[in-house]
């Protein structure tokens, strides 16, 4: 599996946008960018996934970048509760495939 | 999206004794289901990926007769830790996919071992 590059930890005002960056300049053609969060002590959160296509849902945005060597989580409003760690991982979308998590970024969420 | 249950939520035992931990997937069919643990301050370890109706696979280091995975049926997967010990006191982790799709979490299960 590609591996990815993520700064250790990020600062967000609440209510300003949170922008988490992820380098994966290995990925191949059949990997997908996922985005997972774990706030402290609960099991990982899937928030969104992406092939090449900027994806959008509730939660958040997923901007690929057209060479696909990078990508940016984008929480538009962040809040309290999105203080977490956030994991970016690239995995083939094939049946049996586990992910496997990296570090993350510690985004921290202030008033 | 789709829930991943996990029981007990936390467990403390004595050193030497059997702890089972049991993960079902309550609303979907997980073709797949991984088992995972995270030492404090430490990133998520995959563990081992089990298919229904199938032997686990184990990640390298890790001991398959002391961690025995049972995936009997689509909706439930067991993870038993044999011989507990200290060291193995973590926060173990299952997960679960059906298919292709996306894979699901549960809330992790925290053994502590006397």
């Known amino acids: 599996d590609a591996k990815t590059t993520q700064p250790p930890s990020m600062d967000c005002a609440e209510g300003r946008a949170a922008n988490l960056p992820c380098n994966h300049s290995t990925i191949s053609g059949n990997e997908y960018v996922y985005w997972y969060r774990q706030i402290h002590s609960q099991g990982p959160q899937y928030i969104i996934h992406?092939?090449?296509n900027n994806e959008t849902n509730e939660m958040a945005s997923l901007i690929i970048t057209e060479d696909r060597k990078s990508s940016t989580l984008i929480l538009p409003h962040a809040t309290l509760r999105d203080t977490a760690v956030y994991y970016c991982?690239?995995?083939?979308?094939?049946?049996?495939?586990?992910?496997?998590f990296g570090k993350g970024t510690t985004l921290s969420v202030s008033s | 999206g789709a829930v991943v249950s996990q029981h007990p939520s936390w467990v403390i035992c004595k050193s030497g004794t059997s702890v089972k931990i049991e993960c079902r997937s309550l609303d979907f069919q997980a073709t797949t289901m991984f088992w995972y643990r995270q030492f404090p301050k430490q990133s998520l370890m995959l563990m081992a990926t089990?298919?229904?109706?199938?032997?686990?696979?184990?990640e390298q280091g890790v001991e398959k007769d002391k961690f025995l995975i049972n995936h009997a049926s689509l909706t439930l997967s067991t993870l038993t830790v044999t011989s507990a010990h200290p060291e193995d006191s973590s926060f173990y982790i299952c997960?679960?996919?059906?298919?292709?799709?996306?894979?699901?979490f549960g809330p992790g299960t925290r053994l502590l071992v006397l």
């Open positions: 991982i690239v995995r083939p979308n094939q049946a049996g495939t586990a992910l496997i």
């Open positions: 089990s298919n229904e109706g199938s032997k686990a696979t184990y």
């Open positions: 992406g092939l090449k």
């Open positions: 997960s679960a996919r059906e298919g292709r799709e996306t894979q699901y």
